[in-house]
């Protein structure tokens, strides 16, 4: 069984079928969330049906947008461990610290959640090329999962990034091809040759899955403290999409009685290079302004403009959270601290 019913915008609540390839709402060109018949999986799943499961993300395929099994493009990713980090929790003062190492999924990244979830969704509907702009780990995740199904892969990547993510890309059988710019200007390309040759664009939030895929760290973090949500969750921001995708899934686990009404504070961090959520969270903006000449160490972090800005923002502030900017040399400091 699985209740993904529909597709609504994220900011003019317009509904689509989602029976088809979609990218962004063709009326107000903001991003497309997946709904799902919660009343209905509600009294069809249980949380100790989940627990008896396989330790991957698709243990919550109810709550994923595959809706035929066949399609489910998995490589183990999701279920990664929660750890208890009481030397670096008494070190930065607080008492109960937990550090979720995104790192062991496949291909090195959580971008192997949204793009399991996205490849296959793009697999299930029949399409045979795919597309995407990257700063390095989404590009080498969309590869692995295009590799798996034998569908093509085309990724674009600022020419700077470091090699390993550019090799890895092309050992998984993807064309790259490097921009002279930032992961904006690769969108920009990508998006050229989406058009000329029919492609899908995977770019993150400009099509509905990704974050479907991102979610489900908010469903794990949840079953892993014994279905309750901790105080508070920092998170490092780019695009947003998986702080984005965690405040969709405490809704979800709401409506299904999985979880209280209580939510943790969301925090956003960024490079002070690059802080373009920082700087609208604390201006009060609804939108984000595209920040100039972006630079940090970060790799995954350089993201100077975002479309999913404004869910960011507004899950910053329904949730009393904040948003923090961190000079790269202290971005060095903490992860030797780490
Ligand atoms: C992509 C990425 C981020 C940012 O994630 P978003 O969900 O796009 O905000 C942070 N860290 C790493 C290592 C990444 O690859």
């Not at 997946?34 to 509600?42: E, H, S, T, V």
Request: include cysteine; glycine fraction near 10%; charge should be neutral.
């Amino acid at each position: 069984m699985n209740f993904f019913t529909h597709l609504e915008c994220g900011m003019c609540a317009k509904e689509l079928p989602a029976d088809k390839a979609w990218n962004l709402c063709p009326d107000c060109g903001k991003p497309l969330l997946a709904r799902y018949d919660l009343k209905a999986a509600k009294k069809a799943v249980s949380r100790t049906e989940i627990a008896s499961r396989v330790p991957d993300m698709w243990r919550y395929f109810e709550l994923l947008p595959v809706l035929d099994a066949r399609y489910r493009l998995c490589l183990g990713e999701g279920y990664t461990p929660l750890h208890a980090a009481h030397r670096l929790g008494r070190e930065v003062g607080c008492s109960q610290l937990f550090v979720k190492d995104e790192g062991l999924n496949p291909t090195g990244s959580f971008k192997a959640r949204g793009l399991s979830a996205a490849v296959s969704k793009a697999y299930e509907l029949g399409i045979k090329a795919l597309s995407i702009p990257t700063a390095g780990n989404a590009g080498g995740a969309m590869s692995a999962y295009a590799a798996l199904a034998g569908m093509e892969a085309f990724v674009f990547m600022p020419k700077d990034v470091p090699p390993p993510f550019i090799n890895e890309c092309k050992a998984l059988g993807a064309k790259v091809t490097l921009i002279d710019g930032l992961i904006t200007d690769c969108g920009k390309a990508a998006a050229r040759e989406v058009k000329e040759y029919g492609r899908f664009d995977l770019s993150t939030l400009k099509e509905p899955y990704r974050i479907e895929g991102k979610k489900t760290m908010g469903y794990e973090v949840a079953e892993q403290f014994g279905w309750a949500l901790p105080d508070v969750i920092i998170y490092p921001t780019g695009g947003g999409t998986g702080l984005v995708g965690m405040w969709k899934a405490f809704d979800e686990m709401e409506q299904l009685g999985w979880i209280s009404s209580k939510r943790p504070r969301m925090v956003t961090v960024q490079s002070a290079g690059c802080a373009p959520m920082v700087k609208a969270f604390h201006e009060g903006k609804e939108f984000a302004e595209p920040w100039q000449d972006a630079k940090t160490i970060a790799d995954g972090l350089r993201v100077p403009a975002a479309v999913g800005d404004f869910l960011v923002l507004r899950a910053l502030r329904e949730s009393s959270g904040t948003a923090v900017a961190v000079p790269d040399e202290e971005i060095m400091e903490a992860t030797n601290l780490l």
